[in-house]
């Protein structure tokens, strides 16, 4: 991330307003974001470039559009972002940006419509992609230090057919893996199921093996010490949830800002798109000590280079 060009929050606060209701301030605003004094070409890199302007009035063209002088391309601020190609004013989504990057459990897709005047289809259109630009870059590294483990279910409060088993009790809950590092980034997803297989697998390839992991007392977690710098638990079944350093709150309190979110903001998510929202609040929680304004920006530079197409692959 170059912080060069990143806006202090006073200034955010000072330029969104205008960005979220004059489409002209918010492709300059977005520009300034992507390319700071310096825009460049998207094809060949080349600085040598232009804004192109309506020959009777001398304005900006309608389409905001640039051009190369070296391979005569032309591009706008769209092109190489999860906008592209999309009809949806650059206003209303710098809107759904600074909501998304601000808002602690979420926003729905339903309040971007009341507040842009646009349609449904349109703001679930332009907050999947949103959430798409905060997914995790590939190759992060693992975590690493006292790392917490856990897992939570996330669907609708009372299962249609309730079971016996005390975990996952009935069939419509998604089972989610949760490790998050203390003090550090946080990461999340979907499983198949949490036996012993599924959760090991998914944490050899989330936590550095020098790390201190912290359970509770699951069955599944058993086995880790000889791979691991070392592994403690609590026994959440007898009431013990702490035992000095040694607990999994941090990890079970970012349960709660999910459920919160889900009960409270979007009410329902299907499995089928949780993944996104998990997406969105892991953006959230690993960018916790940065104000609004600076978290505004990364969501901002998070969706370039990335494209969600209309058939995106399957996630477990």
């Known amino acids: 991330m170059d912080k060069r060009h990143i806006l202090s929050k006073s200034d955010v606060i000072e330029e969104i307003p205008l960005a979220c209701c004059n489409e002209d301030a918010a492709v300059e605003f977005l520009e300034k974001q992507r390319w700071g004094g310096t825009p460049a070409c998207m094809k060949c890199g080349s600085v040598n470039v232009y804004k192109m302007t309506d020959a009777k009035t001398g304005e900006r063209n309608s389409r905001y559009l640039w051009r190369c002088r070296d391979c005569k391309e032309q591009y706008t601020v769209r092109i190489g972002t999860v906008y592209e190609e999309s009809r949806i004013e650059l206003r209303h989504w710098c809107y759904a940006f600074w909501r998304a990057c601000t808002s602690k459990k979420g926003v729905s897709a339903l309040e971007i419509k009341r507040h842009c005047q646009i349609s449904y289809k349109s703001a679930l259109f332009l907050m999947n992609r949103i959430r798409f630009a905060m997914a995790p870059e590939p190759g992060a590294r693992k975590l690493l230090g006292t790392v917490e483990l856990d897992e939570v279910y996330i669907g609708p409060r009372r299962p249609r057919h309730p079971g016996t088993s005390k975990r996952g009790r009935g069939t419509i809950k998604t089972p989610v893996f949760c490790a998050v590092e203390r003090g550090g980034q946080i990461r999340r997803r979907i499983v198949a199921d949490v036996t012993a297989a599924t959760l090991k697998a998914a944490i050899r390839e989330e936590v550095d093996t020098r790390s201190r992991l ?84 990364l969501g901002i530079k998070s969706a370039e280079g990335k494209r969600l197409m209309y058939k995106e692959p399957t996630v477990n």
């Open 214 to 297: 912290m359970t509770d007392e699951f069955s599944a977690y058993k086995g880790l010490d000889p791979e691991y710098a070392s592994h403690e638990t609590v026994c959440h079944g007898t009431k013990e949830y702490a035992r000095g350093e040694v607990h999994c709150n941090t990890a079970e309190s970012s349960h709660a800002l999910v459920k919160r979110g889900i009960v409270g903001i979007f009410h329902n998510v299907s499995r089928e798109y949780l993944h996104r929202y998990l997406w969105q609040f892991d953006f959230l929680w690993n960018n916790r000590e940065l104000n609004d304004g600076e978290r505004t920006i």
